[in-house]
């Protein structure tokens, strides 16, 4: 059964850091284009990065650039997000997703976990 699970997250006060970390099996990350997305209450699902299935290269929305990082040990099947200079907009519940292609991510993801909650707060 093919399934994904986070963990990590938190509470953290703005300027912190924090990471997540997700497990995946019954499926090969290498077939899949793999990444986070998040969604904050009332908004649509934002794609945080993805690392495409085509190039291997990692693809991050302009709000996280350059303050999130994507890391993935494919042969364990795992990946996670290093997350540093939190804002309070970056407070949402945090996905792990597999998906046929990045553009997929938020809308048509393949495998998808549960969610972890990263609160940005003082």
């Known amino acids: 059964q093919e399934q994904m699970v986070e963990s990590g997250g938190g509470l953290v006060q703005p300027g912190g850091s924090l990471r997540l970390s997700c497990a995946g099996s019954?499926?090969?990350?290498?077939?899949?284009?793999i990444g986070w997305f998040r969604q904050a209450p009332g908004k649509t699902r934002e794609a945080v990065v993805c690392?495409?299935?085509?190039?291997?290269?990692?693809y991050y929305g302009d709000a996280v650039k350059d303050r999130f990082s994507i890391w993935v040990d494919a042969a364990k099947n795992s990946l996670g997000l290093h997350m540093k200079d939190l804002k309070e907009d970056d407070a949402a519940v945090y996905y792990c997703?597999?998906?046929?292609?990045?553009?997929?991510?938020?809308?048509?993801?393949?495998?998808w976990g549960e969610g972890n909650q990263v609160a940005v707060s003082t």
């Open positions: 690392i495409s299935s085509d190039d291997r290269l990692a």
């Open positions: 997703a597999a998906a046929q292609s990045c553009h997929l991510l938020t809308t048509g993801a393949t495998f």
């Open positions: 019954g499926f090969r990350f290498d077939d899949y284009s």
